[in-house]
């Protein structure tokens, strides 16, 4: 357990590597946090293992894939077992996939399978989770988007990488619609879709997100999430943020 007697909770998917696990790290900072990391394989993450050596009981691990929609369900009780009487007060959707493709080349299932882990899963995860949020304090679901997701911000994006994004950018202006309906659909929620900037994660292959290109280290990106998503108040619910906490246009 945190040190604290009633923590501040947080569940991050996505959490074995990348902004997951970075995100997770540094709530371990606090002492006042008790975290339950969630990923495809926890007995493969040798990372998440580590840190949960020195975690005193603030790091809870456990398995969620966000594909497997019988997973999600049965992983909500698990968490509800490790959470006892206290609710869940950060909800944060990561994981995701990616396809380096463009939108007349590319594969129809690949884009069902990033639609399933980019936008599906997140729904399912935040109606099987609300419950816990309801009983917990902050009721925050964060949900991390992309820029690649905004047609507003479309001409101003960097990369001609972003140009490639095809099935990602559908996936990420599904889940922004998605913040915005569940903040209009439960104004007691706090509900952000929030871009973590381009973090150097991965290895930039067509697999990997961020990659050697990124341009920001992701323990900055982090530091700015965690301080944007702690101070965010129902006025920034339903809101598109950066990590810097500047408003992107839709
Ligand atoms: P990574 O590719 O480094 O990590 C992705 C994580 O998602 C991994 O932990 C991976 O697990 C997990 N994941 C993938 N599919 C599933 C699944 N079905 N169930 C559970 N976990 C899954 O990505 P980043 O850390 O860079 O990205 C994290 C978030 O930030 C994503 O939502 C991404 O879209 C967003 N983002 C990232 C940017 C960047 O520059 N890095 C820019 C804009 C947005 P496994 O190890 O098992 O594959």
């Known amino acids: 357990m945190s040190s604290t007697a009633c923590p501040t909770t947080w569940l991050v998917t996505g959490a074995n590597r990348g902004i997951g696990f970075e995100l ?4 371990l900072e606090s002492p006042d946090n008790l975290v339950i ?3 495809r394989n926890p007995e493969k993450s040798t990372a998440l293992s580590e840190l949960k050596k020195s975690a005193e009981g603030a790091l809870h691990i456990i398995r969620l ?10 992983s909500a009780k698990e968490v509800e077992t490790i959470l006892g009487d206290i609710g869940l007060d950060y909800l944060v959707n990561n994981a995701a ?4 493709d463009s939108v007349f080349d590319m594969d129809p299932e ?3 399978d990033i639609l399933r882990t980019n936008t599906v899963g997140p729904a399912l995860i935040s109606q099987v989770y609300l419950p816990l949020l309801e009983k917990g304090r902050a009721k925050k679901i964060l949900h991390i988007s992309s820029q690649a997701g905004s047609m507003a911000s479309f001409e101003e994006l960097i990369a001609e990488e972003h140009r490639k994004l095809g099935a990602y950018a559908l996936s990420k202006a599904a889940l ?4 915005y309906k569940q903040k209009v659909a439960r104004p007691d929620l706090i509900v952000i879709a929030l871009c973590p900037g381009w973090v150097k994660t991965g290895k930039y292959s067509m697999q990997d997100m961020g990659g ?3 341009l920001l280290q992701p323990e900055e990106s982090i530091a700015g999430i965690i301080k944007v998503t702690t101070s965010a108040t129902s006025a920034d619910s339903g809101k598109f943020l950066r990590y810097n906490g500047e408003e992107i246009p839709w």
């Open 37 to 39: 990391a969630t990923c």
């Open 212 to 214: 050697e290109k990124g």
């Open 176 to 179: 922004n619609m998605l913040a």
């Open 97 to 100: 996939i990616v396809a380096w």
């Open 110 to 112: 690949k884009l069902v």
């Open 65 to 74: 894939d966000v594909t497997d929609f019988a997973n999600v369900r049965a």
């Open 24 to 27: 997770v790290k540094q709530l």
